[in-house]
T-cell receptor, first 117, second 115 residues
Framework: AQKITQTQPGMFVQEKEAVTLDCTYDTSDPSYGLFWYKQPSSGEMIFLIYQGSYDQQNATEGRYSLNFQKARKSANLVISASQLGDSAMYFCAMREAGSGGYNKLIFGAGTRLAVHP | GAGVSQSPSNKVTEKGKDVELRCDPISGHTALYWYRQSLGQGLEFLIYFQGNSAPDKSGLPSDRFSAERTGGSVSTLTIQRTQQEDSAVYLC?????????????FGEGSRLTVL
């Protein structure tokens, strides 16, 4: 069965430092998509970054980059130059195999990031 | 509207009562999703709409849960005879249509507490 594992319930980082949030996944499907979402205290889920299983390069979006190691089945999120506004829950997710092109996502349990001044 | 709108933002109900949760997606978005987030957990898929039809309702936990969408727009998630284990945040998301990337836009959720 497909599964997403986030082993860090909580992380903290000093402002302006970089931080890596871990995510490992398990799937037997060769075609899959990996996502990271941010959930601030307001509750809404904010899309950050996407990596397709066949993408040759690691995805980057501004201060966010995804360290995709396919052989290890890991998709860690790297946030560079942390800001106080980055404090939130972060969820790793995978599009379920055979979901026919729509986003039936399987989510990890999340990592709570606290950025300290 | 400018974003996905959900109502009510908070709902407290007694065990056994029925509740309705509403989602108003972004105008023009044909795909609509309902997810559930229990305390301290990730999101759990419930149902997906494309237009007014629901090709995937496999995540609905029991027959007490149902959802409909009318006019290709507003969706209502109904929970009958609520149980304490139904307490969670119910999140709605919409997107333009079939998409392989992450263009899901989420609302802020409806927090349901069943006493």
């Amino acid at each position: 069965a497909q599964k997403i594992t986030q082993t860090q319930p909580g992380m903290f980082v000093q402002e302006k430092e970089a931080v890596t949030l871990d995510c490992t996944y398990d799937t037997s499907d060769p075609s899959y998509g990996l996502f990271w979402y941010k959930q601030p205290s307001s509750g809404e889920m904010i899309f950050l970054i996407y990596q397709g299983s066949y993408d040759q390069q690691n995805a980057t979006e501004g201060r966010y980059s995804l360290n995709f190691q396919k052989a290890r089945k890991s998709a860690n999120l790297v946030i560079s130059a942390s800001q106080l506004g980055d404090s939130a829950m972060y969820f790793c997710a995978m599009r379920e195999a055979g979901s026919g092109g729509y986003n039936k996502l399987i989510f990890g349990a999340g990592t709570r990031l606290a950025v300290h001044p | 509207g400018a974003g996905v709108s959900q109502s009510p933002s908070n709902k407290v109900t007694e065990k056994g009562k029925d509740v309705e949760l509403r989602c108003d997606p972004i105008s023009g978005h044909t795909a609509l999703y309902w997810y559930r987030q229990s305390l301290g957990q990730g999101l759990e898929f419930l149902i997906y709409f494309q237009g007014n039809s629901a090709p995937d309702k496999s995540g609905l936990p029991s027959d007490r849960f149902s959802a409909e969408r009318t006019g290709g727009s507003v969706s209502t998630l109904t929970i009958q005879r609520t149980q304490q284990e139904d307490s969670a945040v119910y999140l709605c998301a919409s997107s333009l249509g079939l998409t392989w990337a992450g263009e899901l836009f989420f609302g802020e959720g409806s927090r349901l507490t069943v006493l």
